[in-house]
């Protein structure tokens, strides 16, 4: 068998359209869900791009491998003296790609991502590796011709992985004006509204409708160099432009995944290949005051599509239970018969018998984690997701506790924790139970989480920046806003002055906000 794992960027499965979205944005991925599994309740543990993939790589949530932010506290894999070994193959530890090889598959990976990241642990297990440079700013046009070569030179061999790493979706969008849009005389999705919008631009934050790139103002010629992006969105007009940019992205990734797909058929070996398509999370596009970036840990950042095809999966089935992405590795090495190698150390668990039979095999619920542009962590349950945030990341539409119907409001627009103070309790004891339980089995002395909280902050929002922050909302929103965000901030940033020997600056920092 031939595995073919195809990883794009950023991609919200609701915007497929084999999962319902209204724009053919995915022609050529419809027809692979046609002939396999449609995994719809599937959840990256961590988020985002580097936690999602080093749980994937390792599975083990975050709290076990170490990495939940982007730089800073928390961002490289947990080192354990006694489990150090010569090499990885035989620790208990061993990640994905190394247990592939001992099942005897050549592994390849076509992506920049460990460089993007200096993630080095990812080309753990990999016998080829090809960099294609950019960091994550590559084409589909500049990352396909190299798998193509690829598949051109050794598609016919038996027994290779080969991981293809597509990142069009990703802002900036940057599909090739020559490319069209094939979305100008679509409407944009229907639940977004001129009224959200217009509230939307009243609360401040990073990759909000009024500063939808970032907090601080972008250079002149980034509009240039990125036509397909609107300088902000003020009306429905500028949400068009960019939900139809993001589309755009999707559909361009499709198109040339569409060569891989037809490649495979003509050498022969398109029935013999195992097709996995998947992502590293999601993308909010107004959710919760959030254009076009993944900052939370809700339904929108963390739900991501799993579509798999091949010799021995069920044909025509949609899977409706809830799994993580960490999943994934136990159920691939499940599903090629090296169940024995599993390590006991993964949070993993082998859904590979949904794969053959169709039959669920799912979690009775998801614990779902975020450090990087904000602090939170979430329970999904039922039709359920309960958000709880530890440091907002400075956006002001964020509550400490939030609770949300997905079922009925799948865009996250009605907080219902005052209304539900039963289910937000539930949420709360499985929040607490699943904590008390991975730290029993984690190297850490402290939550990992919490120590990101204490250090740093979120890599991308960090504590130290919060009065330059302020400053960009006073200029912004106004004084009474900039207050606001510091009144919120007030004891972690008061607690980064102590940690940093700046005895002064926060003997009046505390004088001057009421602390002890």
């Not at 724009?23 to 719809?40: C, K, Q």
């Not at 309740?41 to 170490?66: E, K, Q, V, W």
């Not at 990999?126 to 011709?145: H, Q």
């Not at 397909?228 to 589309?247: A, F, H, N, Q, V």
Request: hydrophobic share 35%; proline share 6%.
């Amino acid at each position: 068998m031939r595995i073919l794992y195809l990883d794009i960027d950023t991609l919200r499965p609701d915007h497929l359209s084999c999962y319902g979205y209204h724009r053919e944005t995915s022609p050529n991925i419809d027809l692979v869900a046609r002939e396999g599994i449609r995994f719809d309740r599937f959840y990256a543990s961590d988020t985002p791009c580097m936690p999602s993939r080093a749980a994937l790589f390792t599975g083990r949530f975050g709290i076990h491998n170490g990495i939940v932010n982007h730089g800073f506290t928390a961002s490289d894999l947990k080192s354990f003296e006694p489990l150090r070994f010569f090499n990885n193959r035989q620790s208990p530890l061993t990640q994905l790609v190394t247990l592939l090889r001992r099942l005897g598959y050549y592994t390849v990976s076509v992506s920049p991502f460990g460089e993007r990241h200096s993630a080095w642990w990812y080309y753990d297990g990999f016998r080829e590796i090809y960099n294609t440079g950019k960091g994550g700013m590559e084409r589909a046009d500049e990352v396909v011709p190299l798998a193509l070569k690829w598949l051109e030179e050794n598609g016919k061999s038996d027994s290779w992985f080969l991981h293809i790493n597509l990142w069009d979706p990703h802002t900036p969008y940057r599909t090739p004006i020559e490319y069209g849009n094939p979305f100008e005389d679509s409407p944009p999705p229907s639940w977004i509204t001129e009224e959200i919008i217009a509230e939307h631009r009243k609360l401040y934050g990073p990759h909000s409708a009024r500063t939808t790139h970032d907090l601080r103002d972008m250079p002149e010629d980034f509009f240039e160099k990125y036509p397909r992006l609107p300088r902000s969105i003020e009306k429905l007009e500028e949400y068009k432009k960019w939900i139809d940019g993001y589309d755009t992205g999707i559909h361009y990734a499709d198109y040339w995944s569409g060569k891989i797909f037809d490649l495979l058929k003509k050498l022969g070996v398109w029935e013999d290949t195992l097709v996995i398509i998947s992502s590293d999370h999601g993308e909010n596009q107004g959710e919760l005051n959030v254009y076009g970036d993944h900052q939370l840990a809700d339904e929108i950042t963390h739900r991501i599509p799993l579509i798999i095809k091949g010799p021995g999966v069920k044909e025509g089935i949609v899977d409706k239970d809830f799994h993580y992405n960490i999943d994934l590795s136990a159920t691939l090495i499940d599903f090629l018969g090296g169940a024995e190698l599993i390590p006991q150390m993964w949070d993993a668990k082998s859904f590979a018998e949904t794969l053959k039979t169709g039959m669920p095999s799912g979690r009775p619920y998801l614990v779902l984690s975020h450090c990087v542009w904000s602090i939170q962590r979430s329970v999904r349950f039922g039709k359920w997701l309960l958000l709880e945030t530890y440091d907002d990341g400075c956006k002001e539409i964020l509550k400490p506790i939030m609770l949300f119907d997905i079922d009925s409001d799948p865009h996250e627009l009605i907080d219902l924790s005052e209304n539900h103070p039963e289910i937000v309790k539930e949420g709360k004891a499985l929040l607490e139970n699943w904590l008390r339980e991975n730290m029993k089995g984690s190297f850490f002395d402290e939550d990992p989480l919490i120590s990101t909280l204490h250090n740093s902050g979120p890599y991308h929002i960090p504590t130290y920046q919060l009065m330059d922050y302020a400053d960009i909302v006073r200029k912004i929103w106004g004084e009474e806003k900039a207050e606001k965000l510091i009144g919120r901030h007030k004891e972690q940033y008061y607690y980064y002055l102590l940690k940093g020997y700046r005895f002064l600056e926060a003997m009046e920092f505390s004088k001057r906000y009421g602390l002890r």
